[in-house]
């Protein structure tokens, strides 16, 4: 599967994927936790198992088919239930999401669908995590899984001697697009004695020319 970042232009979207020629494609918004952007992949790839066909279920059928295979593939039931204290605390979900890699919001919801949690733990867990923030800001964050073949990759090009620079030119996109594009696991520029050079603005310099 190919895996790539959303565009900055972008960001109201939080991931899609399609097959191209036989090829599965996998695009995700970067700029979400790392543990949301997780469960998006796996959304997204229960999306290619499930629904690349045109006869399968469409919109919020598929969408629910694919969060169901997210929360399984990414937190088994007999695996995670073992490992959940009977009458779970907030700290308690939040030291466990940490073992899952998933947010504290997304386990509170798979214990409640493996009828885990009572409606009124749920929801009481629901208000909590929404009154700390924990929506937009999750606590203990994760770090950001990152791309193991990428970077061999550009190591292997940085050893030929080919640099970001030339990347970029022979993509015909700038420099700051290609780091976007690869979740800015694209290789220091190095040129010449190895020392990385000045990262060059997004966009060339523009000025208005009145006649």
Known sequence: MRV????????EVDAFSLWHSAQP???????????????????ELGHL??????????GNQAEQEANRFAAAFLMPAESLLASIPRVPTLQDLIKLKKRWKVSVAALTHRLYELKWLTPWQ??????EISDRGY????????????SQILNRVFTALRREGITKT???AALHIYQP??????FGLAMLPVEGNGTPTKQPSAHPPLRLVTT
Request: charged share 30%; proline share 5%.
């Open 166 to 168: 030339d990347i970029a």
């Open 25 to 43: 494609f996998m695009f995700l918004n970067t700029k979400k936790s790392a543990e949301r952007s997780r469960f998006d992949a796996a959304h």
């Open 49 to 58: 198992v499930m629904h690349w066909h045109h006869e399968v279920p469409q």
């Open 4 to 11: 790539f970042s959303l565009a900055q232009d972008a960001r």
């Open 135 to 146: 929506r937009a800001d999750e606590p203990q964050p994760m770090q950001r899984e990152t």
């Open 122 to 127: 749920y929801r009481t867990f629901y208000v």
């Open 177 to 182: 697009d290609l780091d976007a594009l690869v």
